[in-house]
């Protein structure tokens, strides 16, 4: 579904238990979020992999520009991430693959600030000539490794984006998986909502406090 749909979805099912209509969209689009990025990472649990299911492509019209900190021997070359990503408990967190911007022997491998340390230490990668380390922030990919030749053209990248990242007619695929009562992504957000204090439905624009 686009992502307008799964908010009217979740709207329309919470009609049985808010009758005033209290719940802005962009609160609804909050919870799917949550809810959203859990499932995410229960998906990463049980297959990593799986994740690629989810992701969306930045770079392939318009190939990701290589940036640099400083010379060509000092500088760190980095990308500028296009959109936020859902935190990944590993190295890749949300940037689930790096690519050059054309088919070639190069591959990217995704590296954590640890491995990064040891690398710019000096070792036996320095020989290395087809492989790039890639070090996952919160705003920009850094490289290890890059070439000229990737530098001047750009990378691809596929990316597990927040809900809200997403245009109302962006598709969204979400996990069929349930959780061990059986609840699937729609019955999660609503019952979030369910948890909450009833509304006071008399003529006196407040709520009931909740005990």
Request: hydrophobic letters at 35%.
């Amino acid at each position: 579904m686009i992502k307008q749909e799964i908010v009217s979805v979740v709207v329309n099912r919470l009609q049985k238990y808010d009758k005033t209509a209290k719940y802005h969209k962009r609160v609804v689009e909050a919870e799917c979020e949550s809810v959203l990025n859990q499932m995410y990472n229960e998906v990463f649990m049980m297959n990593p992999l799986s994740l690629q299911r989810f992701v969306k492509g930045y770079g392939y019209s318009t190939p990701l520009t290589v940036i640099s900190t400083g010379s060509a021997s000092t500088g760190i070359y980095y990308t500028t991430l296009p959109e936020n990503i859902v935190p990944i408990p590993d190295k890749a967190s949300g940037v689930r693959r790096v690519a050059p911007a054309s088919q070639s022997g190069t591959r990217f491998y995704p590296v954590d600030q640890r491995e990064w340390d040891l690398l710019l230490s000096g070792s036996f990668t320095n020989f290395v000539k087809n492989k790039v380390g890639y070090c996952v922030t919160p705003t920009r990919v850094e490289y290890y490794g890059i070439t000229g030749a990737l530098i001047t053209s750009g990378v691809r990248m596929d990316l597990l984006i927040p809900f809200s990242e997403y245009t109302d007619n962006d598709v969204i695929l979400v996990p069929e998986h349930t959780d061990k009562n059986g609840m699937g992504f729609i019955d999660r957000v609503v019952l979030r909502f369910q948890e909450r204090p009833p509304v006071d439905l008399s003529d006196d624009n407040s709520d009931k406090e909740s005990k």
